[in-house]
């Protein structure tokens, strides 16, 4: 619980914001409705591209200019493809980016605690940063293995954090979050068509990912879930679509969401 304003105690208030390739700028969409509804974030904790929209947030970035720099940004500004060895994209243009983003924080600097989520790719496991440079962690969460370059960090080959934890909502309730608010940007069935390499990777981890993930999502106090079916994991080109997509589901939760805090001890 956290002291309010009036003295009062609220419940604290965690967000899991998961993996989904481009569907994951729902994320900018569920965020602009809790800030505009007064719903606090107290931790985030996100794998891939969720740890990304998280982590640029809580370091403070408006989410309009967030939203804007989405829509607008172009492939070749944080795209650098390679001769495949162990991934199409080296991957150093997007992280040079989320630095900027994150304005070279690191990730204990932030304004809001945020973990990202990556997989040790040798060892199979969760690796879990909430210190350390908020751009090498952020690229180790969104390699989508095949795509982007592996991230060597003492010793260990991390790649995205989607593979093991998709939506890592044990990591917000392990920061201290009373509730749990789980945003899940992949669709349970989708007609999206396969037209190339990228979204052969894609939706085949995004079926794995499903299947692990089906019990732990009873872990969630409150599950956002934008229906995104038709839209593609390497569909950047609908990015106002996916983040409008984000607002019309999470405000179907917000009230239900302001009961939970109530309920458990105000809005403070």
């Not at 914001?17 to 931790?43: M, N, Y």
């Not at 409008?244 to 239900?256: D, L, S």
Request: proline share 4%; glycine share 10%.
């Amino acid at each position: 619980m956290r002291e309010g304003e009036a003295g009062l105690t609220r419940p604290r208030v965690g967000l899991a914001l998961g993996s989904g390739g481009a569907r994951g700028l729902a994320h900018i969409g569920v965020l602009k409705v809790l800030k505009q509804e007064g719903i606090p974030v107290d931790c985030i904790a996100g794998s891939s591209i969720g740890s990304l929209v998280g982590a640029v947030y809580a370091a403070g970035a408006d989410l309009e200019q967030i939203e804007n720099l989405a829509i607008h940004l172009k492939r070749n500004v944080w795209l650098d493809l390679t001769v495949p060895r162990r991934g199409f994209v080296t991957g150093e243009k997007v992280r040079e980016l989320v630095w900027l983003l994150t304005k070279g924080k690191r990730l204990e600097e932030l304004n809001i605690p945020t973990a990202v989520v990556a997989t040790d790719l040798i060892r199979g496991e969760r690796v879990v940063f909430q210190s350390g440079p908020a751009d090498l962690a952020i690229r180790a969460s969104i390699s989508i293995p095949g795509i982007f370059e592996p991230v060597q960090w003492e010793g260990l080959t991390l790649v995205d954090g989607g593979v093991i934890d998709r939506i890592p909502i044990t990591v917000v309730e392990e920061m201290g979050a009373d509730i749990v608010i789980a945003v899940d940007v992949v669709p349970r069935t989708t007609s999206v068509r396969i037209q190339n390499i990228f979204d052969v990777i894609t939706q085949t981890l995004g079926v794995m990912e499903r299947e692990i993930l089906n019990q732990r999502l009873l872990a969630a106090d409150i599950l956002i879930h934008p229906d995104l079916t038709e839209i593609s994991p390497t569909a950047f080109t609908r990015v106002a679509e996916s983040i409008r997509r984000g607002e019309e589901a999470a405000r179907t939760q917000v009230e239900r969401i302001k009961r939970l805090i109530d309920k458990r001890g105000g809005m403070g």
